[in-house]
């Protein structure tokens, strides 16, 4: 199957823990992207790499780390710093770092406990 | 910071009617996109239209584009049930960096 695999599906977390949370893709897109969702509420940027071994930050880094080592990966840690984790986490890719069209994974549920 | 800003929020019509949903945004773009996501899943891209064009087609989708108004508008004509979903634009910034900043969405329920 060609498409982003985002993973787990649903997460729970004690407060002060860090969790990770992966996505991979096999469509051989340079660019890949993190995204936060909040409820009734739009995407906002957390980090976007655009090559390997290189990423910038977006919007809301803050409390969140990544970590590009290969072209297919692109894990997100939230960290104990972040102070609502509580979200809908959306992986994309674009094949066209930027401008293009992204193409989502079907996202990872965590909740805070 | 948000870019693009959909009116209405929510939006509720009768299946076979047209849904007409609208995004304003802010400066100058270099392309803009409407995605479509169903509840709890992730997003997927419908059209994305240029700031040359005009309109675009895609099926039972048309998009407008007026750059000098700054504004798009996403018709989905014939509605069914299975069109309910958020509907969300994005926008390329001219000139900025390379990533698409989301609106907050349109709420689309087509009822039966």
């Known amino acids: 199957d060609g498409g982003i695999t985002q993973s787990p599906k649903y997460l729970f977390r004690k407060e002060g823990q860090n969790v990770t949370l992966s996505c991979e893709q096999n469509l051989n897109h340079d660019a890949m992207y993190w995204y936060r969702q909040d409820p009734g509420q739009g995407l906002r940027l957390i980090y976007y790499?655009?090559?390997?071994?290189?990423?910038q930050k977006g919007d809301i880094a803050e409390g969140y780390s990544v970590s590009r080592e290969k072209k297919e990966s692109f894990p997100l840690t939230v960290t104990s710093a972040q102070k609502n984790p509580t979200a809908f986490y959306l992986c994309?890719?674009?094949?066209?770092?930027?401008?293009?069209?992204?193409?989502f994974g079907e996202g990872s549920r965590l909740t805070v406990l | 910071s948000q870019q693009g800003e959909e009116d209405p929020q929510a939006l509720s019509i009768q299946e076979g009617e047209n849904a007409t949903m609208n995004c304003s945004y802010k400066t100058s773009i270099n392309n803009l996109q409407w995605y479509r996501q169903n509840s709890g899943r992730g997003l997927v891209h419908l059209i994305l239209i240029r700031s040359n064009e005009r309109e675009k087609h895609s099926g039972r989708l048309r998009v407008t584009l007026d750059t000098s108004k700054k504004s798009s508008s996403l018709l989905i004509t014939a509605s069914r049930a299975a069109d309910t979903a958020s509907y969300f634009c994005?926008?390329?910034?001219?000139?900025?960096?390379?990533?698409?900043?989301f609106g907050k969405g349109t709420k689309l329920t087509v009822n039966p």
């Open positions: 790499s655009q090559i390997v071994n290189d990423f």
């Open positions: 994309a890719t674009s094949g066209v770092a930027g401008a293009g069209e992204l193409f």
């Open positions: 994005a926008t390329v910034t001219q000139g900025g960096s390379e990533k698409l900043v």
